[in-house]
């Protein structure tokens, strides 16, 4: 297993896009708005590139983890004349669908992509926004290698510390751009 970041010079830049809100949504929680980043094509034209740089050469398809992972996701596939792959949760798209369900701490979930979409051995990059606990980014990673996928990388705008997510993603590559 592989850990990258980007540069401190990008990670500093990219922070000041952040916008912390303490106690949201409950007591506690400090959530972290990307929507100021999303906002700023400097920010968001940085961000993408920064995550370019953190793609393995080789790489065919960034699959993007639903919502926000599909904004980086198909900006970052275009960015590098890649395809693209929506991870969505269940019943967003038509059948037929290959799915994966997954343990929440209070019931399950479920994430779905279109059957056929990966072609098998292909070089695939999860992404998403953020890595947290990493039950979701693990249910992306396990579907793609069902369906035959290559994952080589779990790859994520930023990283919040000491929720122990990467501990999800065991014996594979992860790459952030922030830990916050």
């Known amino acids: ?22 106690d949201y949504p409950s007591p506690g929680i400090t959530f972290r708005d990307i929507t100021p980043l999303l906002a700023n094509p400097y920010a968001f034209k940085l961000a993408i590139s920064e995550l370019g740089n953190l793609v ?7 699959a993007g983890m639903e919502a926000r992972g599909f904004i980086f996701g198909s900006a970052l596939a275009q ?3 890649v395809g693209f792959i929506p991870v969505r949760k269940a019943g967003k798209l038509p059948p037929p669908v290959k799915s994966y369900t ?18 098998a051995g ?33 790859l994520f705008l930023m990283e919040l510390l000491g929720l122990e997510g990467r501990d999800q993603l065991k014996g594979r590559a992860v790459a952030t751009l922030m830990a916050l």
């Open 56 to 62: 393995p050469d080789g790489t065919a398809f960034i």
């Open 79 to 81: 960015h590098l004349d």
């Open 122 to 154: 292909a070089h695939v990059v999860l992404l998403d926004d953020v890595l947290a606990t990493g039950g979701t980014a693990r249910a992306g990673v396990t579907l793609l290698e069902q369906v035959g996928a290559n994952v080589t990388t779990a």
């Open 102 to 119: 997954y343990e929440l701490e209070y019931g399950t979930a479920t994430v779905e992509m279109r059957d056929g979409a990966v072609p």
């Open 1 to 22: 297993m592989t850990c990258s970041s980007a540069p401190i010079a990008a990670e500093h830049e990219l922070r000041k896009y952040i916008r912390d809100l303490p």
